[in-house]
Every structure is written in C-alpha cells, then in structure tokens.
T-cell receptor
Framework: SQTIHQWPATLVQPVGSPLSLECTVE??????LYWYRQAAGRGLQLLFY??????ISSEVPQNLSASRPQDRQFILSSKKLLLSDSGFYLC???????????FGDGTRLSIL | GDSVTQMEGPVTLSEEAFLTINCTYT??????LFWYVQYPGEGLQLLLK?????DKGSNKGFEATYRKETTSFHLEKGSVQVSDSAVYFC?????????????FGIGTKLQVIP
C-alpha cells in the first residue's frame, strides 16, 4: 500500500533563517506531488506541484521554492524565512488525473 | 476557471442531529468530486468520492451524490457524533486542458456538542 511521510512535524525558526521540509511517498511510481500551505483557520493554498522529476510548477510568487530530486521525493525550501511564512504545510500525492489526493500529516511552522 | 463554494461555518449541531454541508462547483470539464475531512492538527483524509453524474459516494455514515444538473455535491449524515467534529473540504479534480490541480473549497468547520 502507498504511504506518505512528511517531516518534521513541528518546526520553530527565526526570521531570516533557511528552511527545508521533506516529503516522500512509498508504494507508487511517478506520482503527482503537491505542496500546500494552510493559514490558521483558513483553506488550502496550493504552492507548488510536480508531475515528474525536475518538473516544478509554482502557483504563488514568494520566497519559497520546491525541488523534486527523485521520483518520490518533494522538498520545500526557503533561503530566508519571513514572518508571513508561518503556517501548516501539507504535502500530497496522487496517481493521475481525477484521482483523489492523499495527504501527509503536515508540518506546523512557526516563525519567531 | 474551476471553483468550489461551501459554507465556512462553524456549523454547530447536537449529537445525533442530521448534517448537511452544501457544496456547489463550477468546472470547465467533467470533474471528479471529493469530500475530505481534517481533524485538529492533522492532514486531510479522503472521506468519499464520486466520478460521474448520479454517483453516490459513501463512507463512515457520510454520503454525497454527484448532481450534474445542479452542479452540487452536498455532504450528509443522518446522525452525527462528537467524534465527527472536524473541518470538511469539498474538492474537484478537472483534467480538461491537462490541469493537474485539485480545487478546494474554503472548508466548513463542524462542531458537535453532546
């Protein structure tokens, strides 16, 4: 069966520090991968999605970036965090068009 | 573009009450429709899905029917429990134009009180 792992679960970082969040999927190949951000009490904001290794589509211009170095690995990064980057970050995967997405447990990021 | 509209809530119900959360959508193609549930501090879990008109998705006592004529996918449960307290997201996936994205509603917070 397929599983998705996302870490860390919580992270507290100072303003201006770098960021690296990792997501890996097991039990499937060539999945579509997604990064979302969820502000407190709000809906989901799609940040990036990827349909293959090295292929990244950005939805919102900001100081975040994403990379997909391997088929089932998706990394969210920042060189210098802003206060506004605080939130709940969710990774998701799916097998193809019109299939449901499956989400990781999320990373709670707090910027001080 | 595609969009999903649902009430923001919170919806507050007493235990064993009937639940309806409305969801309507607009899509350029023929989408698949989903309901997700998010418990506090967790990721989203797929609750149910429907892929074509008149399909009924069901799971854990929850149901939703794909109504193409009214572009709706309302979530219902006959008798809610305290453990159903969560945020519920309606979503659609439309592959027309080669899109790989899923469009989510804003989420409806449900509070069930004993």
């Amino acid at each position: 069966s397929q599983t998705i792992h996302q870490w860390p679960a919580t992270l507290v970082q100072p303003v201006g520090s770098p960021l690296s969040l990792e997501c890996t999927v097991e039990g499937t190949s060539n999945p579509n991968l997604y990064w979302y951000r969820q502000a407190a009490g709000r809906g989901l904001q799609l940040l990036f999605y990827s349909v293959g290794i090295g292929q990244i589509s950005s939805e919102v211009p900001q100081n975040l970036s994403a990379s997909r170095p391997q088929d089932r690995q998706f990394i969210l990064s920042s060189k210098k965090l802003l206060l506004s980057d605080s939130g709940f970050y969710l990774c998701a995967w799916r097998d193809g068009n019109n299939q449901p997405q499956h989400f990781g447990d999320g990373t709670r990021l707090s910027i001080l | 573009g595609d969009s999903v509209t649902q009430m923001e809530g919170p919806v507050t119900l007493s235990e064993e009450a009937f639940l309806t959360i409305n969801c309507t959508y607009t899509a350029t193609g023929y989408p698949s429709l989903f309901w997700y549930v998010q418990y506090p501090g967790e990721g989203l879990q797929l609750l149910l899905k429907a892929t074509k008109a008149d399909d009924k998705g069901s799971n854990k006592g929850f149901e939703a029917t794909y109504r193409k004529e009214t572009t709706s996918f309302h979530l219902e449960k006959g008798s809610v429990q305290v453990s159903d307290s969560a945020v519920y997201f309606c979503a659609l996936s439309d592959s027309s134009g080669g899109y790989q994205k899923v469009t989510f509603g804003i989420g409806t917070k449900l509070q069930v009180i004993p």
